[in-house]
């Protein structure tokens, strides 16, 4: 009922940009934090920028100065634009969001909250 889809990874060289975007379709109703996060092979996933609806931001300390997340509320979307990348960036990048959505039941319409993910998408920095 609510996908997250995440477009933009691919291969560039150190030093080099790429932006991310992710968009939360379907029955939404509210969202609150939005998130990117990464996996790099033998690795833990890690926290790498979140940003509230408010606009307020949190970034991992190994990207502050390189790395910006953005929001933009009417489309439902979230952006991570990343500079000056370096080889040890390289990894799948996750979209999550703490989506409110509408349900139908026994009880009519009613909304209820989830930890949603996107697919991941591919980040490649070579050296």
């Known amino acids: 009922q609510v996908q997250l889809v995440e477009s933009g990874g691919g291969l560039v060289q150190a030093g080099g940009s790429l932006r991310l975007s992710c968009a939360a379709s379907?029955?939404?109703?509210?969202?609150?934090?939005m998130g990117w996060y990464r996996q790099a092979p033998g690795k833990q996933r890690e926290l790498v920028a979140a940003?509230?609806?408010?606009?307020?931001?949190n970034y991992a300390d190994s990207v502050k100065g390189r790395f910006t997340i953005s929001r933009d509320n009417a489309k439902n979307t979230v952006y991570l634009q990343m500079n000056s990348l370096k080889p040890e960036d390289t990894a799948v990048y996750y979209c999550?969001?703490?989506?409110?959505?509408?349900?139908?039941?026994?009880?009519?319409?009613?909304?209820?909250?989830?930890?949603?993910w996107g697919q991941g998408t591919q980040v490649t920095v070579s050296s």
């Open positions: 999550n969001a703490d989506i409110e959505y509408t349900t139908s039941g026994a009880m009519g319409i009613t909304t209820l909250w989830y930890d949603y």
């Open positions: 379907g029955s939404i109703f509210s969202i609150n934090a």
């Open positions: 940003i509230t609806s408010g606009g307020s931001t």
